[in-house]
C-alpha cells in the first residue's frame, strides 16, 4: 500500500494490512482527497475506523493533525508504529468508535466502517464533533442514510465502493 499524496506521497506503509481489515483502494482514495482538498494543513482530522492507517496516514501526509480510532489492539499498534515510522501527526485511540469520545471538533471526519456494520449505529455518534466534512465510504448498494444535524451533499461511485458527503445542517450550532 502505497500514499498517494502531500509530503509522503510515494512511501509504502511499513507492514502488512492488519487481518480482516478492507484498506480503501488508492484510486478512491485519490477521488476521496481530491473532494475534500490536497492541502489539510491546519486541519484537525478523525478517522474513526483506522483499518490499515492508510486513510488517517493520507491526511497526515497532507499536513492534517489526525486522531485515530480503532477498536483491534493489533491493528492500533501497527497505525501508531506507522506514524511514527513514517513522522506523520497521528494519535491512535483503542476502543469502539461509535462509543468512544474522542476530543473535537473535527474539520473532516473520515468513516470506513467494516461493510456488515450498520450505517444508522455508524454516523450519529459524530455528527456533534464535525464542524467542517463528514465522509462515509460504503458498498455501492447500501443507500446512504440521513442523520440529524448532517446533510448529505453528494454520493460518488467507484466500482462496488461508495463515498457520501455530509455536512452539518444549518441551524446546528456550527
Do not use: C, W
Amino acid at each position: 500500500m502505497r500514499i498517494t499524496g502531500g509530503r509522503l506521497r510515494g512511501r509504502h506503509l511499513p507492514h502488512a494490512v492488519p487481518k480482516g481489515a478492507r484498506p480503501t483502494s488508492a484510486r478512491v482514495r485519490e477521488a476521496l482527497f481530491n473532494i475534500v482538498g490536497q492541502n489539510l494543513a491546519g486541519q484537525t482530522v478523525l478517522d474513526g475506523f483506522g483499518g490499515s492507517g492508510m486513510l488517517a496516514l493520507e491526511a497526515a501526509s497532507r499536513g492534517a493533525e489526525v486522531v485515530v480510532i480503532e477498536r483491534n489492539r493489533a491493528a492500533a499498534r501497527l497505525i501508531r508504529l506507522a506514524g511514527e515510522h513514517l513522522d506523520a501527526n497521528l494519535t491512535v485511540l483503542v476502543g469502539d468508535s461509535t462509543r468512544i469520545a474522542p476530543p473535537g471538533p473535527f474539520d473532516l471526519v473520515l468513516l470506513d466502517p467494516p461493510y456488515a456494520e450498520p450505517l444508522a449505529s455508524v454516523l450519529p455518534p459524530f455528527s456533534d464533533k464535525l464542524r467542517g466534512t463528514l465522509v462515509l465510504e460504503h458498498a455501492y448498494r447500501v443507500e446512504p442514510i440521513e442523520v440529524a444535524n448532517l446533510v448529505l451533499k453528494q454520493t460518488r461511485r467507484y466500482g462496488d465502493t461508495a463515498l457520501s458527503f455530509y455536512r452539518p445542517s444549518v441551524g446546528s450550532g456550527r
